[in-house]
């Protein structure tokens, strides 16, 4: 019997089955060489004989504290390869001692008796020994507190004086006490710091060569003596003799002794209590015994070599996340890890090298067959069978359905138990790992409360039991604390609302640290988050971050979702000979951009729905999205050190706005609009999209940078977004509109001549004397479409005209027009090119010009020196080089002209003045309102008689200026808002003064972010510049507007100008 016992349990033995022959005729020989090379095993829990240990005559002193192993419980299959001769790698016939898991009980010992602090031996110091992770007692806390120390526990004292963390102390590493000596040290210090030198030692896992266990002796290398080898302190097994290995039998490749009776029932008793005493070493190092499930558990009778395929080699459990080794043997992925981080990277059952990041999954044949493994259920009445892939699953429905009161009982008197050995540490004195471990059936249990009563939010729950503790222990104060914070407000800042700080206040990334390391110092509370806590919180509201899908796939654009900046010259179409772009310019993929920034409006969006009074799950398809597109030049952005660089490094922006969103709900005839942009010329509103470093007037290099775009667009003309809304995906889709350009942004998409052209209009094919014979009676005419014929006429004169008849024909189309704009006013651009022509007026009713006097340059100097001089005097109007919004809107009011009319001699004169200055200000609100039929709907009635009236007074009174020609703005304003408004219902919501406004921010920006390489400034000024505009961090901000301005008033004391003193330029000035 015994015989077939270790034949079936006996799979993973190391040793050759020639080495037990009894016939052997190298036996004996073999089996010397065998012990040079000292190949350990560790017994298994199946193997029985009692003629082992009196065989080898070994007794234990320490086995009568330990109990006898019976056979049931769980053991240790490890199998470790020791190297070198010793007499302690005796291995019995069958089973043997795991003299590894012996050094690092000795190596433990030996920690246990010196100081965690200075590293001196307890024994030789006088005083009591202290709890390295323990609280501290009442004298020691008495004698800190009067020196002003607060701490209640000794890491909290160690870490301050001796710059120690003790918290990640593990037992195998770390001594647990520390000697009188540093305590007094530590209380000296006050527990602030220390008055002496104490080196801390540097502790270092149990190896080999082990300074503790195998200390160096300087007398033996000064003498040259040979030193002697240090035997460990482990229990020593006696040589077996060569009686021994007669009397040994081969079965498989195990090796047993025949049965002699009784004489060796004591010997058996201590290699039980040895066993015994190596399973408890492997349960304190691998802490599995309630994670993982034992093999006792399969309810079939299943062959004992199979049920070994699926066990740990470590832990003697069924396998929970099975690793493989590079050698073939199978793990937990947690036991092997800690076994490794214990006794070394070595394989358990081989001893050879395996590290943590050598291991791998094993075959999927192998996974699937492990898991397919019949249990059968522990709980009692249930004695169901379950697979292992759903046994976790079944028994957490038990618990489930347990009563709640029984569940605290059985929990408080498991937190109750303590099985001997040292005292019970308390809770926030454990390491982190040791904490988690206590507390798992305690999390286990929130969890599922979590899950079924609050939707899955852990971190309420604990927050709330926490809230609640505080309130029952009267400690309101703290209580108060941590309710304002999980409101949103109080001491701890959320990182949206530490980036919208951040980013509003134009703090770069040092700066930003530096404050909160002052904040954190100075107040002893970490009102602000650390950097990459803001990190985390941009990544949400930059581009790239949310899934989406296009229905149907979009025309030569990636499908890639997760896409954020790229290089604007991707897709760059090469010339022919080839030139690299010189030009740096970085940008948003436009479908990406877009998902970002209706994520940003979810809110809006569904409050709007709500508000509408539609069923959110009825609204899921039909919503269509209105974008404003602007871009306009920004002038020169180079720094300016000195003199600046010679050529000016002039950029380009272009940008997008959301106007309104509307949806057509089934069944219903007409879209209703859920969202319209409040503030459609903020440049809170205006978000970047791309920005480049090129001139404006460079049509060649804005057509090749631009293109990309444009495809983008075209193929999302086509298409409709498919985005999770509100928890439901939702279809939308796009409509775009091109206003927010300028007159020369016009004419150079749309390939028309320059604005001094005879055709004058970019909305009419009027020449420029045809418009100022006839200023009123006009109507919009041009379109993309048309310009596109125009321009292949252009390039192949079919008709073989002249250039001037073709030119004609072409009505001023020079160039082909790559990107679509609509037929509109840009309302910003028309007010300030109109005040610079009112600005001239001023002028020549000073010089009286009406008269025909022809005047000099030096009389018109003359002339505007004083006009500026008396509005500066009058207005407080300094002058300016170029006309931009602030002195616009200054100069267009009437107690601007009364003051001009100070200085016009005529009063004729002066009343055709205000005339013409009333007639301006009735139509300025029509053309600048966001909505004119609301706003001023008079002004908008009487908008027609209005403009005949100006234009009479132009072609009357003002004739010697307006015969034959007349201004551009001027000849938009007279001839065609009265049909824009009809048409798109407004022409201020669509200008371009958002994206001017924005012009500030790039340079606030790059200031912000300067770097040495030009390509990542451009990024982190497109990011932050996109994080300026985000609705999310604009909400937050507006509920902290008080404290940001007073953290900008400490770190950025330089007063900061008004944002409204924008710098809008115009070239006919």
């Known amino acids: 019997m015994a015989a077939e016992s270790l034949e079936t349990d006996g799979p993973r033995s190391s040793m050759p089955a020639e080495l037990h022959h009894p016939h052997s005729k190298y036996s004996q020989w073999k089996f010397k060489l065998f012990r040079v090379k000292s190949m350990e095993k560790a017994p298994l829990p199946c193997e029985t004989q009692p003629e082992i240990g009196a065989s080898l005559g070994i007794s234990h002193p320490t086995a009568s504290n330990l109990e006898v192993d019976d056979g049931v419980g769980p053991a240790s299959v490890m199998k470790l390869c020791l190297g070198g001769k010793s007499k302690e790698n005796v291995e019995g016939p ?10 690092m009980d000795t190596h433990m010992d030996h920690l246990r008796c010196l100081c965690r602090v200075c590293g001196a031996a307890l024994r030789k110091v006088k005083g009591p020994v202290h709890d390295v992770h323990g609280d501290l007692d009442e004298v020691s806390k008495c004698a800190l507190r009067k020196m002003g120390c607060k701490f209640t526990s000794w890491p909290e004292v160690i870490l301050k004086v001796f710059k120690v963390d003790v918290t990640e102390d593990t037992e195998s590493i770390h001594p647990l006490s520390f000697c009188h000596r540093c305590w007094m040290v530590a209380i000296r210090g006050g527990g602030v710091c220390s008055f002496t030198r104490t080196k801390v030692p540097e502790w270092k896992p149990h190896a080999h060569h082990c300074y503790l266990c195998s200390p160096k002796k300087p007398s033996f290398q000064r003498t040259g003596r040979k030193r002697r080898k240090v035997i460990p302190k482990a229990q020593t097994l006696a040589k077996r003799t060569r009686c021994d290995y007669g009397e040994s039998i081969a079965v498989g490749e195990r090796r047993a002794l025949r049965p002699f009776g009784d004489r060796h029932g004591p010997a058996l008793r201590a290699w039980k209590r040895t066993g015994i005493r190596r399973e408890q070493w492997v349960r304190n190092i691998t802490h599995c015994q309630k994670d993982h499930l034992s093999t006792k558990l399969i309810s079939e009778k299943l062959p004992v070599d199979f049920v070994v395929s699926f066990t740990c080699l470590v832990c003697d459990h069924l396998l929970s996340d099975p690793v493989q080794s590079p050698c073939g043997h199978l793990f937990c992925r947690s036991c092997i890890i800690k076994f490794i981080h214990v006794l070394g990277p070595h394989c358990p059952a081989c001893n050879s090298s395996c590290s943590p990041d050598d291991v791998i999954s094993p075959a999927k044949t192998f996974i699937s067959a492990l898991y397919s493994l019949p249990l059968l259920c522990p709980c009692d009445g249930c004695g169901e069978h379950v697979r292992l892939d759903s046994f976790k699953a079944h028994c957490l429905s038990h618990e489930v359905e347990k ?16 099985k001997g050995g040292r005292p019970r540490q308390h809770l926030l004195s454990l390491t982190r790992r040791a904490q988690k471990h206590r507390l798992k059936d305690l999390k286990t249990q929130v969890k599922v409360f979590a899950d079924k009563e609050e939707g899955g939010d852990l971190k309420s729950v604990c927050l709330t039991l926490f809230l609640l503790a505080l309130r029952s222990g009267n400690e309101h104060r703290q209580a108060d604390e941590l309710e304002a914070m999980m409101q949103g407000r109080g001491f701890g800042l959320s990182p949206a609302v530490c980036l919208a700080i951040r980013v509003n206040t134009f703090l770069s990334c ?14 002893g509370r970490q009102i602000f988050q650390p950097l990459h806590s803001l990190r985390a919180a941009e990544k949400e509201l930059l581009p790239g971050f949310h899934q989406f899908e296009w229905q149907p796939a979009l025309k030569n654009v990636s499908a890639s979702c997760s896409l954020g900046i790229i290089n604007g010259l991707s897709g760059w179409a090469s010339s022919v ?23 940003d409006l979810e809110e809006d969006i569904m409050e709007g729905l709500r508000e509408s009074g539609m069923e959110d799950s009825a609204c899921t398809s039909g919503f269509s999205v209105m974008i404003k597109e602007c871009c306009d030049g920004m002038g020169d952005v180079s720094e300016k050190h000195g003199g600046g660089p010679v050529v000016p490094e002039k950029a380009v922006r272009f940008s997008f706005t959301i106007m309104s969103i509307s949806v057509l709900a089934e069944g219903e005839m007409e879209e209703v609009t859920i969202f319209r942009e409040p503030k459609p010329n903020s440049e809170l509103s205006c978000k970047p999209l791309c920005l480049m470093f090129v001139d404006e007037s460079d049509h060649e290099m804005l057509t090749a940078v631009l293109g990309p775009i444009v495809a983008e667009r075209d193929a999302m003309k086509e298409s409709r977004l498919i985005l999770s809304m509100g928890g439901l995906p939702r279809s939308f889709r796009f409509h775009f509109r091109g206003t927010g350009y300028d007159e020369k942004m016009v004419r150079e998409m749309e390939g028309l001549e320059a604005s001094g052209s005879t055709y004058i209009c970019t909305l009419c094919d009027s020449s420029r004397a045809e418009a100022a014979q006839n200023m009123v009676l006009h109507s919009v005419t041009r379109s993309h479409d048309e310009n596109l014929e125009r321009y292949e006429i252009w390039r192949t004169n079919p008709f073989s005209e002249s250039v001037d008849e073709l030119r004609d024909r072409v009505k001023g189309v020079s160039a082909k027009p790559f990107l679509e704009t609509q037929p509109t006013l840009d309302a910003l651009h028309c007010d300030i090119g109109n005040a610079a022509e009112f600005y001239k007026i001023f002028q020549d009713e000073i010089g009286e010009v009406y008269k025909g006097v022809n005047p000099s340059r030096e009389e018109r100097r003359s002339w505007r020196a004083a006009l500026d001089k008396q509005l500066r005097k009058k207005l407080k109007l300094k002058p300016v080089m170029r006309m931009n919004g602030n002195y616009a809107r200054r100069l267009m009011t009437l107690e601007a002209v009364e003051v001009v009319c100070e200085l016009v001699p005529s009063d004729e004169r002066k009343e055709a003045l205000r005339e013409l200055m009333r007639l301006y200000l009735q139509m300025k609100p029509v053309w600048r309102a966001t909505c004119p039929a609301k706003e001023c709907p008079d002004q908008l009635c009487r908008y027609s008689f209005n403009s005949q009236h100006f234009a009479d007074l132009l072609s009357s009174t ?33 200008a371009s003064e958002g994206n001017e406004s924005a012009n500030k921010l790039f340079r606030r920006f790059r200031k912000m972010n300067a770097r040495q390489s030009k390509a990542y400034e451009l990024e982190d000024v497109l990011k932050h510049h ?32 008004d944002e409204e003193n924008l710098s809008l330029e115009v070239n006919d000035f």
Request: aromatic letters at 14%.
């Open 510 to 523: 040092s700066q930003y640290h530096k404050m909160y390391r002052t904040v954190k110092a100075t107040s």
């Open 958 to 990: 003002f004739k010697y200026r307006y015969n034959g020609k007349i201004t551009n703005y001027l000849h938009k304003t007279l001839a065609h808002v009265p049909e824009i408004i009809e048409r798109d219902g407004s022409i201020g919501a669509w």
């Open 1026 to 1057: 996109w994080l300026y505009t985000s609705k999310y961090l604009q909400k937050f901000m507006e509920a902290h507007k008080d404290s940001a301005k007073a953290f900008q008033a400490t770190i950025d004391p330089v007063e900061i100008q």
């Open 403 to 418: 009563d709640a009161y029984q569940h605290s009982l059985e929990f408080d008197s498991y937190l109750l138990a303590n």
């Open 577 to 599: 000979d080839d030139s690299p772009a010189d030009t740096i310019t970085r940008r948003f993929r436009y479908d990406v951009a877009l998902v970002s920034a209706l994520k």
């Open 94 to 103: 069958g089973r043997r001692v795991d003299l590894k898991l012996q050094e």
